[in-house]
T-cell receptor
Framework: QKEVEQNSGPLSVPEGAIASLNCTYS??????FFWYRQYSGKSPELIMF????GDKEDGRFTAQLNKASQYVSLLIRDSQPSDSATYLC???????????FGAGTQVVVTP | DAGITQSPRHKVTETGTPVTLRCHQT?????MYWYRQDPGHGLRLIHYSYGVKDTDKGEVSDGYSVSRSKTEDFLLTLESATSSQTSVYFC????????????????FGEGSRLTVL
């Protein structure tokens, strides 16, 4: 059984600080990883995906992938109250659209 | 906006009754999925479809069936609802990307909150 694991949080972050979220996975064959953001009562929406080792930056978000250690992380720089949400890590299973999701990490940005 | 509509958005039913959730999309996507979301479990795949009358089971398919007679509609049926099926159900579509690495994201509907008493 392929597994994707995350700390559930909540992760409390002061406004303006960096939020660091981690995700580990069990399947060494996993090639790509997705970070979704989900506001309370809403549906998940994609923030970014990464499939190469190293860092990928998109605005205030940076995804980091380390395939040797089997973890992927998401950094949120200059955290804003609007970043308060649950962040889901996901990796595709064997075919399109079949994802293995982590349980999600709740982030709370405090003013 | 991926043009995905779920109905009903909220439903309360009793144990043993049948329930059908509908997912409707307007953009002719081939690939559609039903996920359920529960606290502590994240999103789990129930069933998926790669086209009309082409469906298959996901990891938590027991107690659920699906049908897809038209490209735009993907129905999820609970034949006899149980309290363990109380959950939020999300329909999603995916557009595969080119190449060998799966970079096709999921686009989700608004969700259907089902309570089984």
């Amino acid at each position: 059984q392929k597994e994707v694991e995350q700390n559930s949080g909540p992760l409390s972050v002061p406004e303006g600080a960096i939020a660091s979220l981690n995700c580990t996975y069990s399947d060494r064959g996993s090639q790509s990883f997705f970070w979704y953001r989900q506001y309370s009562g809403k549906s998940p929406e994609l923030i970014m995906f990464i499939y190469s080792n190293g860092d990928k930056e998109d605005g205030r978000f940076t995804a980091q992938l380390n395939k040797a250690s089997q973890y992927v992380s998401l950094l949120i720089r200059d955290s804003q109250p609007s970043d308060s949400a649950t962040y889901l890590c996901a990796s595709p299973s064997d075919s399109w659209g079949k994802f293995q999701f982590g349980a999600g990490t709740q982030v709370v940005v405090t003013p | 906006d991926a043009g995905i509509t779920q109905s009903p958005r909220h439903k309360v039913t009793e144990t043993g009754t049948p329930v059908t959730l509908r997912c409707h999309q307007t953009e002719n996507h081939r690939y559609m999925y039903w996920y359920r979301q529960d606290p502590g479990h994240g999103l789990r795949l129930i069933h998926y479809s790669y086209g009309v009358k082409d469906t298959d089971k996901g990891e938590v398919s027991d107690g659920y069936s699906v049908s897809r007679s038209k490209t735009e509609d993907f129905l999820l049926t609970l034949e006899s609802a149980t309290s363990s099926q109380t959950s939020v159900y999300f329909c999603a579509i995916s557009e595969p990307s080119d190449g060998q690495v799966n970079t096709g994201e999921l686009f989700f509907g608004e969700g259907s909150r089902l309570t089984v008493l």
